[in-house]
């Protein structure tokens, strides 16, 4: 079973990325998953949320309103549209999903079961 997160990369500030992450070993169709990150020098925090149905979304403080989390079941792919992009948002970013199937979209780093090797964020401001 693999997570593989990729998309990131260097961006200007107010500029927009596009995180994916692609499942593979099983499907994950009936696991919410989320995004979180960690940035230098700090601890890994949770960005975004989605629950298995894909209905139910939900976001730090401080990416709502810039940050949309989606699923595409049928490609067990789950992504991470980042837009106006801050100095802050500079991180290594990092997709994952919890052991427990048919949860909701409010995800503790302390449930993840299944991480996925993270992508770079660079935010030059």
């Known amino acids: 079973v693999q997570l593989q997160a990729f998309g990131g990369g260097l961006v200007q500030a107010g500029g927009s990325l596009r995180l994916s992450c692609a499942a593979s070993g099983r499907s994950f169709s009936s696991y919410a998953m989320g995004w979180f990150r960690q940035a230098p020098g700090k601890e890994r925090e949770f960005v975004a949320g989605?629950?298995?149905?894909?209905?139910?979304?939900h976001y730090a403080d401080s990416v709502k309103g810039r940050f949309t989390i989606s699923r595409d079941k049928a490609k067990n792919t789950v992504y991470l549209q980042m837009n106006s992009l801050k100095a802050e948002d500079t991180a290594v970013y990092y997709c994952?999903?919890?052991?427990?199937?048919?949860?909701?979209?409010?995800?503790?780093?302390?449930?993840?079961?299944?991480w996925g090797k993270g992508t770079l964020v660079t935010v030059s401001s």
């Open positions: 989605i629950s298995w149905t894909g209905g139910s979304t």
């Open positions: 994952a999903a919890p052991q427990t199937p048919y949860t909701s979209a409010v995800l503790k780093d302390y449930d993840m079961y299944y």
